[in-house]
């Protein structure tokens, strides 16, 4: 069973910094992965999508990147501000048409 | 504008009392799901729709039920709710042929509270 883990849990940054977000999955046979944006009681916004034949994708300050074989996926997120503050979710496609969720990665960019 | 619409926002309903939370998805998908959403649990899936009368459970199935009499529509229905389901619910569509270009589209979520 597909088993995703995201790290940090949390995170809390000054402005400006340039970070970076976790999550690895147990299976690597994936059609792809999937970040989203939560705010607080809100739904899921999707960031970015990597296909599984993909290595990265970018949208603004974000870049996210795909290591299927090691089972990792990183999301970079430059010079950070406060309006980045939000829970970031990693959601992992595999074989079947249930998606694996981690737990989310809680950011907190303070001024 | 392509979408996953959830009805309504917020609910406050008492012990027992049926409702049914609506979600609507007009990108012509055939996978519909629905989850909740706890504090410290994360994401759980209810119940999920392959498609059109296909409906199977997913991980917290029990008090729930689901219809897919249409493909647009995938209404989540609890019969008499009870205050262990006060949580926040989402539901998503996916395209079983361009799901691995285009992934999941969630709705807006209910906020529901079962008092």
């Known amino acids: 069973k597909q088993e995703v883990t995201q790290i940090p849990a949390a995170l809390s940054v000054p402005e400006g910094e340039n970070l970076v977000l976790n999550c690895s999955f147990t299976?690597?046979?994936?059609?792809?992965l999937q970040w989203f944006r939560q705010d607080p009681g809100k739904g899921l916004t999707s960031l970015l999508l990597?296909?599984?034949?993909?290595r990265e994708q970018t949208s603004g300050r974000l870049n996210a990147s795909l290591d299927k074989s090691s089972g990792r996926s990183t999301l970079y997120i430059a010079a950070s501000q406060p309006g980045d503050s939000a829970t970031y979710l990693c959601?992992?496609?595999?074989?079947?048409?249930?998606?694996?969720f981690g737990r989310g990665t809680s950011l907190i960019v303070h001024p | 504008e392509a979408q996953v619409t959830q009805n309504p926002r917020y609910l406050i309903t008492v012990t027992g009392k049926k409702l049914t939370v609506t979600c609507s998805q007009n990108?012509?998908?055939?996978?519909m799901s629905w989850y909740r959403q706890d504090p410290g649990l994360g994401l759980r899936q209810i119940y999920y729709?392959?498609?059109?009368?296909?409906?199977d459970k997913g991980d917290v199935p029990e008090g729930y039920k689901v219809s897919r009499k249409e493909k647009r529509n995938f209404p989540l229905i609890l019969e008499s709710p009870s205050p262990n389901q006060t949580s926040l619910y989402f539901c998503?569509?996916?395209?079983?042929?361009?799901?691995?270009?285009?992934?999941?589209?969630f709705g807006s979520g209910t906020r529901l509270t079962v008092v």
């Open positions: 998503a569509s996916s395209s079983a042929q361009d799901r691995e270009r285009y992934g999941y589209t």
């Open positions: 299976d690597s046979a994936i059609y792809n």
């Open positions: 990597i296909q599984s034949s993909q």
């Open positions: 959601a992992v496609h595999g074989g079947s048409y249930i998606p694996t």
């Open positions: 990108m012509n998908h055939e996978y």
């Open positions: 729709s392959m498609n059109v009368e296909v409906t």
